[in-house]
């Protein structure tokens, strides 16, 4: 069942007092596109201008990143080791001291960065820069190379993965598949559910939960998940009232919460989907969500926006 029409505001709301959005002060008014913690204390998010912040369980605070390029996304692996990469061939790393530029060898802007661990690092291009380069980058702890894409696949994609021998490419393929990288290679990977999808972003909890979220060209998105069973198609939305442009998702456990533009939040629990945060005029966009748990999520987008998924303050 669909929440009030005044959760919209991001005031503060929830369903059956279970939960709660409520507004944070990010310390910053600079449009914030990707957030990731290690932990409830250890949440970085990046946007605009270079723009880092962090949360140390207590307040957000502006970290500086010596650039002024946009960020475009984070992975945080530990409080002493977190990526950021942006335009013109930005790569950050923190080394729980400071953020320090890494020379990747190349200009072009990158769009996501995944990592396991501090010999183990992802990043994903985008279109432009003066050389053509429409594959992944992978980082061993000593040197970057291109992981080369099969036939019919180009940048501009999202990263997800569980570990070194499971990494997904969601959005490469020019055919709507997805590609999955075992260790060794690139292998291209249909879900065969419904119609040929267009896949465009994805996260997941192990190797045996994956959620993607695709555009099966119709006026509502599908969300498809893969366990252990196999890939199955999530239930159609209850509102006509739906967002056509998704920004972000984060789940785990069989639950899955979406972010949109005007505010918008949806929650699967398993089995329904509710509707947390309703659109509204006046309410930021929202562009990237991640949790350390079901009670304790965080969005970020538009102005500077934060907001957060917690226990009711008061009964």
């Not at 960020?71 to 790569?91: I, M, N, Q, S």
């Not at 729980?96 to 995944?114: A, C, E, Q, T």
């Not at 661990?117 to 291009?125: H, Q």
């Not at 006046?282 to 999520?297: H, N, Q, T, Y």
């Amino acid at each position: 069942m669909a929440l009030l029409a005044t959760c919209g505001v991001l005031a503060g709301c929830g369903g059956a007092r279970e939960s709660e959005w409520v507004r944070a002060d990010s310390k910053t008014t600079q449009t914030l596109e990707s957030i990731h913690g290690s932990g409830s204390n250890d949440v970085w998010a990046v946007g605009r201008l270079g723009t880092l912040i962090h949360w140390d369980g207590t307040q957000w605070s502006v970290v500086d990143s010596g650039m002024s390029v946009d960020l475009h996304a984070v992975w945080t692996v530990g409080p002493k080791d977190a990526w950021a990469v942006g335009e013109r061939g930005t790569v950050l790393h923190w080394d729980g001291v400071r953020w320090s530029r890494v020379n990747v060898g190349v200009d072009n802007p990158f769009v996501d960065v995944w990592a396991s661990g501090p010999s183990d690092v992802w990043i994903v291009p985008g279109s432009g820069g003066t050389r053509y380069l429409n594959s992944p980058m992978h980082f061993d702890g000593k040197t970057w190379s291109e992981r080369p894409l099969p036939t019919g696949s180009g940048a501009n994609s999202r990263l997800w993965g569980s570990g070194s021998g499971d990494v997904w490419l969601i959005g490469a393929s020019l055919d709507g598949d997805l590609l999955h990288w075992t260790g060794a290679s690139w292998s291209v990977v249909n879900p065969e559910v419904g119609s040929e999808p267009d896949c465009v972003d994805g996260w997941g909890s192990g190797p045996d939960e994956l959620w993607v979220l695709c555009d099966m060209y119709a006026l509502e998105p599908a969300l498809l998940f893969k366990n252990a069973s196999g890939w199955k198609q999530l239930p159609s939305f209850p509102s006509d009232d739906v967002p056509s442009n998704w920004n972000g998702l984060w789940g785990g456990g069989g639950k899955l919460w979406l972010v949109a533009n005007g505010g918008v939040v949806w929650h699967f629990n398993g089995s329904a989907w509710i509707e947390e945060l309703r659109w509204d005029l006046d309410a930021p966009d929202l562009e990237a969500v991640w949790g350390s748990s079901e009670s304790d999520i965080w969005a970020v987008g538009s102005d500077g926006a934060v907001v957060r998924r917690t226990k009711p303050a008061s009964p």
